[in-house]
């Protein structure tokens, strides 16, 4: 026999649990961007199968914190070890927490099929892309222990914040020209706050990855 | 004000013949505390424990320098009377090591041989030993049981009652429970958490596990060198040394 790798059962265990995060991560990615899709097509289709995949999502954080107390269970983990599957637990949270947004979204796809003309802004799509970004990069903080990145993931949660702030006052600006649908800009506000929501929990992503890699608990854009 | 440590120790070095097992060594060891030594097999941490009752005097051949004092004493200086240090600081082995007589005499081995306080019942001293090794209860009925008759576990509790017996201000305790069973080993842990509220104790220890469970600080042997001492939930949670990491995690030892 070669020589014994006395953490392999540990070490295949965490990369699996990093294996199970990245999926997870790539569909939230998915369901936001279609979201978006639904609700500027308003495809009610593509909105009602959103919402019935975030049962799936649901499902599998639960699959996943299975899997961290089973680790913890068995083999008892310390120091690093402890502080990734403590981080694993917390961004899961996250990455469901983004999924119930993404359905959020679809379900004002589903409503805004009666509003006539329809002026989706510009910006609303920037923010999509925006937080999209932030997650897939707090992702990679997460799998390279890159605590230099978490801290840009959160840098950039300030600009989209700005970003939001500006939209949402232009659309409120909006609400007092009778001319356009009230229902509208109010799911236009809706979209645009899932969307900032999800950036704050890149951002929570983000602090978790600086525990993981530091020890240390912090909080990013107090 | 900062509390006077039990036990200063300052550079200390140790070697058996030509080989040095401990590597300047310094640390505090604070009173009313559970100290946990860890590192792996040959690193040094059961020699240092056998320093601080100068177990080790009866080891040819080894010499030691640097500085251990008790309560500002130093336990190395000429005059050190060591059958009085040994009674401060008591030595509970791996392995139960009751003499083969009753339990009764078991405790009252070391009052009997060191001389009983004036005005104190020898009987009254066994039983309050006992009650504070958490055993009476179980040998109360039997005290003139033989002492081997006992399970392993409570035969460790009844070797941590003859140490109590003498009235100690430290407790050592060299891996007291690699020999009993997980129900044991958890009687030995709850009874240290409530030791420790009159004695300072020092474990060296093999399983992580029990030096996270019952310790306050925690120090990390390797190569005769202490790496790294700290607060144990720092220790388990965020170390600050690379090799702490590696060897807690299982990378290395």
């Known amino acids: ?222 | 004000m900062t509390t006077q440590a039990t036990f200063q120790i300052e550079q200390l070095n140790f070697h058996y013949g030509p080989t040095q097992a401990l590597r300047d060594i310094s640390m505090a060891i604070l009173p009313r505390e559970i100290t946990a030594l860890i590192g792996p097999s040959g690193c040094g941490k059961s020699t240092f424990l056998r320093c601080l009752n100068r177990m080790n005097d009866t080891i040819p051949d080894t010499s030691m320098s640097g500085r251990i004092t008790l309560e500002g004493k130093d336990i190395y200086a000429p005059d050190t009377d060591k059958t009085e240090l040994r009674h401060r600081v008591g030595l509970v082995f791996q392995r139960p090591n009751p003499f083969p007589q009753s339990i009764f005499d078991n405790v009252a081995f070391g009052p009997r041989v060191l001389g009983l306080p004036q005005g104190t019942d020898l009987g009254e001293l066994v039983e309050q030993s006992l009650r504070s090794a958490a055993l009476w209860d179980e040998v109360a009925t039997d005290m003139t049981g033989p002492a081997l008759s006992l399970s392993l576990g409570q035969q460790q509790r009844l070797c941590i009652a003859r140490v109590l017996a003498v009235k100690p201000d430290v407790i050592l305790m060299d891996e007291p429970c690699s020999a009993l069973d997980p129900i044991a080993t958890g009687k030995v842990e709850e009874l240290m958490r409530r030791l420790k509220e009159q004695y300072t104790i020092v474990i060296v220890t093999h399983s992580m596990q029990q030096a996270a469970r019952v310790s306050d600080k925690t120090g990390f042997f390797w190569l005769g060198e202490l790496v790294e001492f700290d607060e144990t939930t720092t220790i388990f949670t965020r170390p600050s040394v690379q090799r702490t990491e590696d060897y807690i995690t299982g990378r290395f030892g």
Do not use: W
Not at chain 1, 94 to 120: F, N, Q, T, W, Y
Not at chain 1, 153 to 178: C, G, I, P, W
């Open chain 1, 1 to 222: 026999m070669d020589s014994i790798h006395v953490r392999a059962n540990l070490d295949e265990s965490l990369n699996a649990l990093t294996d199970e995060l990245v999926r997870l991560s790539s569909k939230i990615d998915t369901a936001v961007d279609q979201a978006m899709r639904a609700y500027s097509d308003c495809d009610v289709d593509l909105a009602q199968q959103i919402i019935a995949k975030d049962a799936n999502i649901n499902a599998k954080r639960f699959e996943i914190e299975e899997r961290c107390l089973h680790i913890m269970v068995t083999q008892q983990p310390v120091a690093g070890d402890l502080r990734m599957i403590v981080t694993a637990m917390n961004i899961v949270t996250e990455l469901e927490r983004m999924g119930d947004h993404a359905a959020g979204i679809a379900k004002l796809a589903l409503r805004v099929e009666e509003v006539p003309k329809r002026d989706i802004p510009n910006g609303i799509f920037q923010l999509a892309s925006q937080c999209r970004d932030m997650v897939r990069r707090a992702l990679v903080a997460f799998t390279q222990r890159d605590a230099g990145l978490a801290y840009a993931v959160a840098d950039h949660d300030d600009s989209l914040d700005n970003q939001y702030r500006m939209l949402f006052h232009k659309t409120v600006a909006e609400t007092r020209d009778a001319s356009k649908s009230t229902d509208h800009l109010l799911s236009v506000l809706f979209v645009a706050h899932n969307l900032e929501r999800i950036g704050d929990r890149a951002t929570n992503i983000a602090e978790r990855v600086i525990f993981m890699t530091s020890g240390k608990l912090t909080e990013l854009n107090v």
